[in-house]
């Protein structure tokens, strides 16, 4: 893309790319801390990825402050609108992914008893959802549409774990009715990534709208 | 949902002024009863290209045309065409307002009377009354309809220069940069006459503000170097236009 006339445009531009590529960082390393602090089943660590997204709604809201400046001041067309416009939303999907995460961290503080079945599919789900964060810093760094359709791809493989997770722990249910309690957890916690699946097809959507215009 | 009709249609367009050629095989409709806006860089052509709509390129030595340009289905290059029957059914309005120093009263009544529209006093008097309200001057001006035009601010000159324009019942009003003097004020007032007056008359309009541009037209041409590089609706362009030129020149990229 070429550089703007006015070159202070451009550096708007840039320190909000910065911001979302920071934003997405920070969210993955949630995830990563998620998985370590399940694997370990540390409370220490669930309790700081809590204490942490509120650093996230922090950067959620300085992009979006950032995008009205830019809508203001330098009134955007074509790529540079569509760009700000997709920062905007991409930023709040980011946002509603860190929550998600923060809810499975609270609910693995009050996790009492373990399945080995599910809990073998909830970690293959939160691997999945990590390495779908990791390639999504890439396709929004570099706005690559054709990583971001291979990202909305692996949703469907969210879906069918979940739906396991679900018919697993319903079993079990039946079978011990005394881990109702525990099982439940699991069941709320599959349905918090589940949403984060949903979350990243969002971004993908927009990541392609910025190249292509079209939704 | 309207239909769009042609209402002018260019094919093969050609400006020479003497041997330097300043438009290249331009082919291009404007769509009745919407506003079409040309934009594009100081030198690229649009305001060449506006003159050819309304004959005012003959009135420059050495500039020759070719190709063809119907207005109507009237063709008005290739034949011996009165330029002033044009200038009739084109009517203009230029960058700067440009009142008779008259009345504000005569400056309508009198292309009125100079076009035979009507012989009786009052009908002229009802016209020019009407045509002051359709530009909303009316209120502002008439308890001093016989006092020089040029006493006027300039974004009432401006509008009573458009309401000139549409006194002799144009089809077409071509408007170049008709807002580049005015404050943002007077700005607002005409952008909101120009989306009223686009129900009855096909507008055209050169303009150096992107943000004008997508703000008051429906369709949009982009000129670079004497060439057309893209045409379309105007929300097309300006969220996502086809051609790298236009995305460059209209989000302020070195081209």
Redesign the interface.
Known sequence: MQEHIVKSYDKDLENLKLLLIKLIESVTEQMSLLIYSISNNSIEIASSIIEKDININKLNSDINLSCINIFTLRSPVAYDLRLVFSASHISINLERIGDNIKNVAKHQLVLSSHSNSIEQKFFEMMSLILSMLKNLNLAITTIDVNIADSIAKEDKNIDILYTTICSLSLEKMEAKPNKTNSLSNYLMMSRFLERIGDHIVTITKYIKYIDTGKF | MSTEVKKITIQNLNVFYNKIQALFDINLYIIEKQVTALIGPSGCGKSTFLRCLNKMNDLIEGCNLSGSITISNQEIINNNINPVLVRTKVGMVFQKANPFIKSIYENIAYPIKIHGMYKDKKDIENKVLESLSKVGLLDEVKNRLHESATLLSGGQQQRLCIARAISINPEVILMDEPCSALDPIATAKIESLIEELSTNFTIIIVTHS??QA?RISQNTAFFHMGNLVEFGKTKEI????KNKR???Y??????
């Open positions: 992107m943000q997508a300006f969220n996502n236009p236009t995305e460059d209209i989000s302020g990229r070195i081209g």
